[in-house]
């Protein structure tokens, strides 16, 4: 084989290499099942069925069950008890027989474990009450007042939010648990879930009791959460809190607040932020369920609690972006993401026929199992997020895309990754510098040419392989810190293999110093990013540098060495820019 045969070789395994690395492991098909409206409906009545139908004679649920050895734990959580409460009260909002009557018997339950003092309430099993219990409860003692219209639990509800509203320091930290022995609460003590189920409870009764104050202990909670909760409490990393989502909805729809942008700049940057965080995580379980998944994402499978609390946040944060036009590029990418775990949760849920091999059948069926183990919250969390779908399909279809890197940074990666400056070093060096000007123009843009022809296919190639624009700009972002790495660290080839006179414009100015690999896989992520005419002007960028630099490809010209460090220089520029758009892209929605 020829010299150039061998380099052209070694050229097309790199981008076969960097294609593998990119679309196999950098953004690997995306599961994410087709839901209708029906067999959301159907879900969702399915899991409020086996919380009704597992109910206990003394208002209980049954905690956790083991469906191979039939075996039901004596275990119990006060807790998770309000959650399933407030689960049912919203099903038996979307009129799902049997829910409310459920959660009512529940109710009764919990009202038998009440303890109150000067002018509140709160519901324990031992001598410490969790602030946890009282904003479930809570939550749910509204869900039903909407439900039902019946006002009979108005002053448990206020009994119940002054607890929480003394329970919360200046600053908006949550205690979360009071001392019935010392009859105090408990200082310096949070939890991380605590402090978003209050925030959700108190901002919900606001909503139906807007003169009493609850929205601004709210506010001062919402604030924490969105801007030093996480550096407060020593919170890494940080937290993808699925309640702040709740209260954050609850928050853009307070009557006070001011329509078309009820949210703050920080509650803003709080929805992003928590979409990005909890948007990765479901991209990432509908990865590990593709083709293989399993090889490039590991075995991990959520519970149903798991599936249901990605579920909650999103359709949370997306209630708080409909609100709010300033998240209108955000709404598309949460609507998909919640339609996508919720997919995925129908598919796992435990169907009729399969629960008919099992020893007890009616404590299996519409439930979700890992290592054949389901809990009473698995089937809460996920029965909430079922129900919060069910707007977002009846709103569906949606405007796609995502928000995008800005251009200048797209355009720096491209320049950094062509490199024209260590392209320049590596050019035949006969001939004038005229001719070799020449060169670099025509090779320049024949490659330009053909890395945008390739580039068009930008969304056929993401529909094609079943990923995503956040996942192929992070394979992107990944393949151009690979090669501009690889440039920093080996000095550029004194001259490549080149054809004869003006060919060499194809060989090796446009193949392979300008078309570099690593940017054939790329361009799909700049034209799904910012479009055709962003990764036209960074290719032109690059072909007029290579131009003007063509001159200097002399092997002994004194520029040279200077030229080479250049060269490394604009390498670390494309290291830089592809770490951005990996961190851009984990936390997109």
Request: aromatic share 8%; proline share 6%; with cysteine.
């Amino acid at each position: 084989m020829s010299t150039i045969g061998r380099r052209l070789a070694s050229y097309l395994a790199a981008i076969l290499a960097f294609g593998l690395l990119a679309f196999g492991v950098g953004a690997p098909p995306e599961r994410c099942p087709h839901l209708t409206a029906a067999e959301l409906r159907a879900a969702s009545v399915a899991a409020a069925d086996w919380l009704i139908d597992n109910q206990n004679a003394d208002g209980t649920w049954l905690y956790e069950y083991d469906r191979v050895a039939d075996f039901e734990t004596d275990d119990y959580n006060v807790v998770r008890h309000a959650g399933v409460m407030s689960s049912l009260y919203q099903a038996g909002a979307r009129d799902i027989d049997g829910a409310i009557e459920s959660a009512d018997r529940g109710l009764e339950w919990a009202l038998d474990h009440l303890v109150e003092r000067d002018g509140w309430a709160g519901v324990t099993t031992g001598t410490t009450i969790q602030a946890g219990t009282n904003a479930l409860l809570l939550a749910a003692l509204v869900e039903r007042r909407l439900a039902t219209g019946d006002t009979t639990y108005d002053p448990l509800m206020e009994e119940l939010a002054t607890f929480l509203d003394d329970q919360v320091e200046p600053s908006g930290a949550l205690l979360a648990y009071y001392d019935l022995e010392p009859d105090r609460p408990r200082p310096d003590t949070y939890s991380i879930y605590y402090t978003g189920e209050a925030y959700w409870a108190l901002g919900r009764l606001h909503t139906v009791d807007p003169t009493a104050g609850w929205g601004a202990t709210a506010d001062r909670m919402g604030n924490y959460m969105a801007t030093v909760r996480d550096d407060v409490e020593d919170i890494w990393p940080p937290l993808a809190d699925h309640w702040s989502g709740y209260g954050l909805a609850e928050t853009a729809a307070f009557p006070d607040r001011s329509p078309g942008e009820p949210l703050t700049e920080e509650e803003i940057e709080f929805v992003r932020r928590q979409g990005g965080l909890i948007g990765q995580r479901v991209r990432s379980i509908s990865q590990r369920f593709g083709p293989w998944g399993v090889a490039v994402r590991g075995t991990f499978t959520p519970r149903g609690g798991g599936y249901g609390v990605f579920g909650e946040g999103l359709a949370g944060l997306w209630r708080a972006a409909e609100l709010d036009d300033r998240l209108v590029d955000e709404r598309a990418p949460l609507a998909e993401r919640t339609l996508c775990i919720s997919g995925l949760a129908v598919d796992a849920q435990v169907t009729a026929d399969e629960a008919a091999s099992y020893p007890d059948p009616s404590k299996v069926e519409g439930a979700w199992f890992i290592d054949d183990l389901t809990r009473m919250d698995d089937q809460q969390h996920a029965l909430s997020a079922l129900l919060f779908t069910m707007p977002i399909l009846e709103a569906a279809p949606f405007d796609t895309g995502h928000p995008a890197p800005a251009a200048w940074l797209w355009i720096l990666v491209v320049l950094g990754t062509i490199n024209p400056v260590r392209a320049a070093l590596s050019m035949p060096r006969a001939g004038t510098a005229r001719h070799r000007t020449t060169l670099a123009a025509l090779g320049g843009v024949s490659g330009s040419a053909a890395l945008l022809l390739v580039a068009a296919g930008s969304d056929w190639i993401i529909d094609a392989f079943g990923t995503s624009e956040p996942a192929v700009r992070l394979a992107a972002g990944g393949v151009c810190v690979l090669s501009a790495g690889i440039d920093v660290a080996r000095r550029p080839v004194v001259a490549e293999p080149a054809l004869t006179g003006l060919r060499a414009a194809i060989i090796p100015v446009a193949v392979p110093l300008f078309v570099r690999p690593a940017m054939l896989i790329a361009g799909f992520s700049v034209v799904a990013d910012r479009g055709m005419p962003t990764y036209a002007a960074a290719l032109a960028i690059s072909v007029v540098a290579l131009a003007a630099l063509g001159a200097a490809s002399i092997g002994d010209d004194p520029a040279r060495p200077v030229l080479v460090w250049a060269g490394r220089v604009l390498s670390f520029v494309a290291v830089a820019g592809g770490a951005l758009l990996i961190a851009d892209a984990v936390f997109d929605i």
